[in-house]
């Protein structure tokens, strides 16, 4: 998901790929500014205040250092999980956006959803019931095990799926600042919205990467 030239400290937060009115009227043009310019930007530079004096973490990739900082000492390990997290899970949910978007996935992910949830619809309703359920502020995925079976969880705050050895194929932003300049506390209005914008061709391809490794 991120590029290999900006997988690294100095981490840098590239532009996003689409206007900031891009997901308009689903998204609106304030809220993805805010998110990518403020959010994203902080968690990027904590990120990098947190690795400024350590050259051998300064080595390790995104992925790494979020496996790692659970066994790194505090504060500094919860310092690198909070922020590598957040950089982690916002690329991938900005990566995954769309406009048109939405509908419905196709080709093997397609097949793998249909045999997990039992079809596409009941696939939604039970990642938008996982997507209510988040208290406070996290994010809902569709992820795979190592044997290429979905599943839905949720992850608090900026955690990962990669310290639980899932691998996400998509995920959405429930923290109150993806949504609540358009949607108030509506946070069953933004799913909605959100589900016109998801990039499927993106989760397609997060999911036959993992298949690589099966
Ligand atoms: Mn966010």
């Given at each position: 998901m991120n590029t290999p030239q900006n997988d690294h400290y100095i981490f840098v937060n590239e532009p996003?790929?689409?206007?900031?009115?891009?997901?308009?009227?689903?998204?609106?043009i304030k809220t993805m500014e805010l998110h990518h310019d403020r959010h994203l930007q902080a968690y990027t530079d904590n990120l990098n205040a947190a690795l400024k004096g350590y050259p051998t973490l300064q080595k390790a990739s995104l992925e790494q250092l979020i496996r790692m900082a659970g066994r790194l000492p505090k504060p500094l390990g919860t310092q690198i999980g909070h922020n590598a997290g957040g950089v982690y899970n916002h690329r991938f949910f900005f990566a995954e956006l769309k406009n048109p978007g939405g509908g419905q996935p196709s080709g093997e992910l397609m097949t793998a959803i249909t045999s997990a949830f039992g079809g596409f619809t009941d696939f939604v309703g039970e990642l938008e019931a996982a997507a209510l359920s988040v208290f406070g502020s996290g994010y809902a995925w569709l992820v795979s095990d190592g044997n290429g079976r979905l599943r839905i969880i949720t992850t608090a705050n900026q955690d990962t799926p990669l310290t639980k050895r899932l691998h996400p194929i998509l995920n959405v932003d429930v923290w109150e600042h993806a949504y609540y300049l358009k949607h108030y506390n509506k946070r069953a209005d933004y799913f909605d919205d959100w589900l016109s914008v998801i990039d499927w061709e993106k989760a397609e391809l997060a999911y036959s990467h993992i298949g690589k490794f099966r």
């Open positions: 996003l790929p689409y206007p900031f009115d891009a997901m308009e009227p689903f998204i609106d």
